[in-house]
T-cell receptor
Framework: QKEVEQNSGPLSVPEGAIASLNCTYS??????FFWYRQYSGKSPELIMS????GDKEDGRFTAQLNKASQYVSLLIRDSQPSDSATYLC?????????????????FGKGTLLTVNP | GAVVSQHPSWVICKSGTSVKIECRSL??????MFWYRQFPKQSLMLMAT?????????EQGVEKDKFLINHASLTLSTLTVTSAHPEDSSFYIC????????????FGAGSRLTVL
């Protein structure tokens, strides 16, 4: 079973602080990694994608990937109350289960982030 | 940006009835679309992949006779929950890949199904 693991939280940080979200995955051949944000009752929206080892920055968000350790993280700088949401780590896996698709985006359970004013 | 329209956004039905959920790609053609299900406080679980003009491929443990998927055109995929029961109550979300071969998915707004 190809898995994506996240600390479910909740993670609580004060406004203006750095929020650090972590994710590990089990499938060594995974090539694409994503962070989605999901507000309660809504569908996920893409925050970041990362494909190679190292850091990728986009505004207040930085994704970090370490394929050797099978680890991906998301840093949110200057956290705002509007950042309060569940953050889902997603990893592409291939091969699927019996009868499943060749391409598959597998999600972790998500980390609930609360930014306190 | 790429848009996936999903309808209805919420539906309440009686046990034993069937419910159809539509998913449309508004500004791109989708040869495949992905149907996910999310129970409260759980992650998104892939149910099946719909393939335009051919049969859907289902994930292990998903009943293909209960969750009927049709992908009749490059812009429309439908999921029909047949003989719905309370345990089918969930948040169903479809998604597509705006760029063929790319790994980024765009999600519809989701459909919340409540079966009484």
């Amino acid at each position: 079973q190809k898995e994506v693991e996240q600390n479910s939280g909740p993670l609580s940080v004060p406004e203006g602080a750095i929020a650090s979200l972590n994710c590990t995955y089990s499938d060594r051949v995974s090539q694409s990694f994503f962070w989605y944000r999901q507000y309660s009752g809504k569908s996920p929206e893409l925050i970041m994608s990362i494909y190679s080892n190292g850091d990728k920055e986009d505004g207040r968000f930085t994704a970090q990937l370490n394929k050797a350790s099978q680890y991906v993280s998301l840093l949110i700088r200057d956290s705002q109350p509007s950042d309060s949401a569940t953050y889902l780590c997603a990893v592409t896996t291939f091969g699927g289960n019996s009868g499943g698709s060749n391409y598959k985006l597998t999600f972790g359970k998500g980390t609930l982030l609360t930014v306190n004013p | 940006g790429a848009v996936v329209s999903q309808h209805p956004s919420w539906v309440i039905c009686k046990s034993g009835t069937s419910v159809k959920i539509e998913c449309r790609s508004l500004d791109f053609q989708a040869t495949t679309m992905f149907w996910y299900r999310q129970f409260p406080k759980q992650s998104l679980m892939l149910m099946a992949t719909s393939n335009e003009g051919s049969k859907a491929t289902y994930e292990q443990g998903v009943e293909k006779d209960k969750f009927l998927i049709n992908h009749a055109s490059l812009t429309l995929s439908t999921l029909t929950v047949t003989s719905a029961h309370p345990e089918d109550s969930s948040f169903y979300i479809c998604s597509g890949r705006p760029i063929p071969g790319a790994n980024v998915l765009t999600f519809g707004a989701g459909s919340r199904l409540t079966v009484l």
